[in-house]
């Protein structure tokens, strides 16, 4: 059989733990054997970026600004554990933030539906897309507690000096305050990085802040959000045939609840936060979560929305076999190959990217799983069978 090729490199990243072992098999058994691969490759595993003082993650970083498709594994973020489990030089950063701002990019996450895993919400038959903010609010805050009564001031002074204070309160008694910020460029980033990952998934985008209540701060959102679609997406979206909403956060998960999903819901940096694993849990699994990570100028880096799962790795080094879901993992892939082919107007290697996921979906459909999925199955006359790691991947491959 001759495998399929395409022109330019996608950017590889291998990562740590168990998903690094299953990203070689994942290569090996569900892509190799179809498809040429033309990577650029860069290992950010732990312990190639210690040894490297992290910069392989800042040249992954350069290579997907360069190439505009990568397709990363899960890393460790290291903390005070992992820098003894590994002597490290550092406590490195986690990659995921240095990519994040080198692209200056927004996280989308969606679920992979799948019959016989049945959301919490039954009526969720589509994927909900969250795009969440990654930049200021509360998680660049300054927040100070007093004892006693106090007036608290913001005051913002202008690079030409000019002052601007506004009373926050006038305490009785103890009291906490807190100071927040976001800029216009992040914001309108955001709003860029949300229509042109509709454009690219036709899909509608749903905006949702608190205006009625913030009515400078979030108000600035919902403008700025307007002002850009205006100017730069309202013809491409009506050829597109979908549509950009704007509504009241309440309203919005009131209609979220009630919807068959299908959408893309963009939110600030909390709202994104607490929703994100909202709609993770009503969907059924971590391990069932894509995450996309899109720049302003439509650069794409594709990866599962789970962390090296810990667990089945120290189960693996013992030499014992674990049930780890590659799902999001091989979805990663695809994310990349389809991207790639689309960009290159390659039909056959979108095609191929469409078939892999298919053949999951119909293993998983078909009651052949990993042991996260067994307590979500549910189908009318099939016993669901929990298989191996490599064993599920060799499944899989069988509905190629
Ligand atoms: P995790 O996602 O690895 O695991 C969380 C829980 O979900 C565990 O109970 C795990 O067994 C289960 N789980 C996750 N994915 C699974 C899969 N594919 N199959 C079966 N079960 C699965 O997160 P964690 O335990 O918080 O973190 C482990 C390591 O991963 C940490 O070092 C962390 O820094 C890293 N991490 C990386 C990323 C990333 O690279 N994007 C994201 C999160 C965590």
Redo the contacts with the bound molecule.
């Keep these: 059989m001759t495998r399929i090729t395409y022109n330019a490199p996608i950017v590889e990243m291998q990562?740590?733990?168990?998903?690094r072992i299953?990203w070689d098999y994942i290569k090996e058994i569900l892509i190799e054997p179809y498809v040429e691969l033309n990577v650029d490759y860069y290992d950010l595993g732990l312990i190639n970026r210690d040894k490297t003082d992290d910069s392989v993650t800042v040249k992954a970083a350069e290579a997907i600004k360069k190439y505009g498709v990568g397709v990363?594994?899960?890393?460790?973020?290291?903390?005070e554990q992992?820098v003894k489990e590994y002597s490290l030089k550092k406590m490195w950063l986690?990659?995921?933030a240095t990519i994040r701002a080198a692209l200056d990019g927004t996280v989308f996450r969606a679920p992979i539906i799948c019959e016989g895993i049945t959301p919490y919400i039954p009526t969720w038959t589509k994927p909900i897309t969250i795009a969440r903010h990654a930049y200021g609010d509360v998680y660049k805050n300054c927040e100070i507690a007093t004892d006693s009564g106090a007036k608290a001031e913001l005051v913002v002074t202008n690079v030409n000096g000019k002052k601007t204070t506004g009373l926050i309160a006038n305490a009785d008694g103890a009291a906490v305050f807190q100071g927040i910020h976001n800029t216009d460029k992040s914001i309108i980033s955001f709003a860029r990085a949300c229509f042109n990952y509709a454009l690219s998934t036709s899909q509608d985008v749903w905006f949702a802040t608190k205006d009625t209540i913030s009515k400078t701060y979030d108000g600035r959102f919902k403008n700025l959000f307007a002002e850009i679609f205006e100017k730069e997406y309202a013809n491409k979206f009506s050829r597109a045939g979908i549509n950009y909403e704007y509504t009241l956060i309440d309203d919005s998960v009131a209609r979220v609840i009630k919807s068959n999903g299908g959408f893309i819901w963009a939110l600030k940096n909390y709202d994104g936060d607490v929703m994100s694993d909202m709609v993770a849990t009503a969907y059924g699994?971590?391990?069932m979560m894509t995450?996309v990570l899109v720049s302003p100028d439509g650069k794409f880096e594709y990866?599962?929305?789970?962390?090296?799962?810990?667990?089945?790795y120290y189960k693996h080094l013992k030499g014992e076999e674990t049930?780890?879901?590659?799902?999001?993992?091989i979805f990663a892939w695809t994310g990349a190959l389809g991207k790639r082919g689309e960009l290159e107007g390659n039909g056959e290697l979108c095609a191929f990217a469409k078939r892999l996921e298919a053949a999951c979906l119909k293993a998983i459909s078909g009651g052949f799983l990993?042991?996260?999925l067994v307590s979500l199955f549910r189908r009318d006359g099939i016993e669901p069978r929990v298989l191996e790691s490599r064993e599920f991947l060799l499944k899989i491959a069988e509905f190629m």
Excluded: Q
Excluded at 15 to 19: A, L, V
Excluded at 303 to 312: I, N, S
């Design positions: 990562g740590d733990e168990m998903t299953l990363k594994c899960a890393t460790i973020t290291p903390n992992r986690s990659p995921n699994s971590l391990a995450s990866e599962a929305a789970h962390g090296t799962v810990t667990r089945h049930s780890t879901n590659p799902v999001a993992t990993t042991g996260d």
